[in-house]
């Protein structure tokens, strides 16, 4: 059975409850999926999974300090997450508020690990975003999330 991660940083709840609906997406046959806290995750726990979907709120215009420090800490194993499969998503508390850039932050440094991400044509490029509470229309785009990584990761790993 594959395993996939879901990694947050939530102050208020709204990326946490983003993770759970990215999980709602991605159950299903052949893959297991965890919902983690990122403080409750070191860096190292990631060489156990096949894929990795890691949020964060937006901080003036960047990922959290905790998950900045998670990709810090992944320097030691560099190269080692080469060839899993890696998503991002993010919330803020309104529409100029960086979503994009957080999310593009994770996928750059995915990217740098070497990591296989997936974009999509429709929706929410780049990953999912809700500014304040997730909505009708975000809680769609996590479980499309979700179900568009676990295939991948059933495919790739």
């Given at each position: 059975?594959?395993?996939?991660?879901?990694?947050?940083?939530?102050?208020?709840?709204?990326t946490?409850?983003?993770?759970?609906?990215?999980?709602?997406?991605?159950?299903?046959?052949?893959?297991?999926?965890?919902?983690?806290?990122?403080?409750?995750?070191?860096?190292?726990?990631?060489?156990?999974?096949?894929?990795?979907?890691?949020?964060?709120?937006?901080?003036?215009?960047?990922?959290?300090?905790?998950?900045?420090?998670?990709?810090?800490?992944?320097?030691?194993f560099?190269?080692?997450?080469?060839?899993?499969?890696?998503?991002?998503?993010?919330?803020?508390?309104?529409?100029?508020g960086?979503?994009?850039?957080?999310?593009?932050?994770?996928?750059?440094?995915?990217?740098?690990?070497?990591?296989?991400?997936?974009?999509?044509?429709?929706?929410?490029?780049?990953?999912?975003?809700?500014?304040?509470?997730?909505?009708?229309?975000?809680?769609?785009?996590?479980?499309?999330?979700?179900?568009?990584?676990?295939?991948?990761?059933?495919?790739?790993?």
């Amino acid at each position: 059975m594959k395993k996939l991660a879901i990694i947050y940083y939530s102050r208020t709840g709204n990326t946490e409850a983003m993770a759970h609906l990215i999980a709602e997406g991605a159950a299903g046959p052949g893959v297991r999926v965890d919902v983690k806290n990122v403080e409750d995750f070191p860096a190292e726990k990631a060489l156990e999974y096949d894929g990795l979907v890691i949020g964060s709120p937006t901080y003036y215009g960047s990922m959290a300090h905790q998950i900045k420090k998670f990709f810090d800490d992944s320097v030691s194993f560099h190269g080692k997450l080469s060839g899993k499969v890696g998503a991002a998503f993010s919330s803020a508390a309104n529409i100029g508020g960086g979503n994009e850039t957080v999310i593009t932050g994770i996928l750059n440094a995915m990217l740098i690990h070497g990591m296989i991400v997936r974009g999509n044509e429709a929706g929410d490029h780049y990953g999912p975003v809700s500014i304040g509470t997730p909505d009708a229309r975000v809680k769609k785009q996590c479980h499309e999330l979700g179900k568009r990584v676990a295939e991948l990761v059933v495919k790739v790993a």
